[in-house]
């Protein structure tokens, strides 16, 4: 996976060639938790993909089917696509009319809707693209209120990635002033197979406060050699790699090793000798 953050004044950035999100076989994941209960959060698991066309008003929207933690499918929402451009149309009251929910043509600098109504009422400034390889292809990434982590590496309010959608879920981008609750994509299939998962989960489904991410010391961070666990008695650690596969598991000890591990970032799923999970990136430099 490349990231190469472009800012404002450098040249412009472009990917080989754009990718659409409104495909046949695409199917997002995504988690809504609901937070009024506090701390007896409510997960609710949504699967979301494109199922057909039809034709309303001589425009042609891509239908999206939508399933609630396994109940039956039901039709969701419209889409539709053009230039870059990814529009969402709602099926009921004020939601029945075309509202532009991605902007994959904008630059950095650009400010995106801020002429016309949103969904979510929320406006957004590029603060950088980057270009990632995902599902074989490279794909621009929109970064927005950009910062930095203490070991220099970037996070964002909200990312947008081409052909995927936005990190907080495909139909939820800008949610996040909801109050109550709040929304993220969990993982994004191509035609059954896994393009990208959220690495703050490191699952498609998650069923409980257990699942997420947790803070958790480990250090040093980012690692070469040796990773100490802290705080924890640790009776198990997973090592995920960015595509969510499992790259290394170990039993019993505090200490893990990282020698092995190619450059990159790493999602540890953490299980203490209580039972609680715990989840947290880390970032391997050799």
């Not at 539709?80 to 099926?91: M, T």
């Not at 936005?166 to 969990?186: E, K, N, P, Q, V």
Request: hydrophobic letters at 35%; proline letters at 3%; aromatic letters at 14%.
């Amino acid at each position: 996976m490349l990231t190469l953050l472009l800012f404002a004044g450098e040249m412009t950035l472009r990917a080989q060639e754009y990718v659409p999100i409104i495909q046949e076989g695409n199917e997002w994941n995504t988690l809504t938790v609901i937070t009024d209960d506090w701390p007896n959060y409510t997960y609710i698991n949504e699967v979301d993909w494109c199922s057909g066309d039809t034709i309303i008003e001589d425009v042609r929207y891509t239908i999206i089917m939508r399933t609630i933690n396994e109940d039956s499918p039901r039709l969701f929402s419209l889409l539709r696509e053009e230039n870059g451009k990814v529009w969402y149309r709602g099926l009921y009251n004020e939601y029945q009319t075309d509202i532009l929910l991605y902007d994959f043509t904008a630059q950095v600098g650009d400010t995106i809707l801020d002429s016309e109504p949103y969904l979510f009422g929320y406006y957004f400034v590029v603060d950088s693209i980057s270009i990632e390889h995902l599902g074989g292809v490279d794909r621009k990434k929109y970064w927005f209120g950009l910062e930095y982590d203490y070991a220099g590496e970037p996070y964002a309010l909200e990312t947008w990635i081409e052909g995927i959608g936005s990190d907080w879920g495909l139909l939820t981008s800008g949610s996040h002033i909801y109050c109550g609750s709040y929304s993220r994509a969990l993982c994004f299939h191509q035609n059954g197979e896994l393009v990208w998962y959220n690495p703050e989960y490191g699952a498609c489904t998650v069923t409980g406060v257990e699942e997420i991410m947790e803070p958790i010391s480990i250090y040093p961070n980012p690692a070469k050699e040796m990773v100490t666990i802290g705080g924890y008695e640790v009776a198990e650690v997973q090592v995920y790699n960015v595509l969510g596969q499992l790259v290394n598991t170990i039993h019993g000890t505090n200490e893990l090793s990282v020698t092995g591990l190619a450059e990159g970032v790493y999602l540890l799923r953490v299980t203490a000798t209580d039972g609680k999970t715990y989840r947290t990136r880390l970032i391997v430099r050799q």
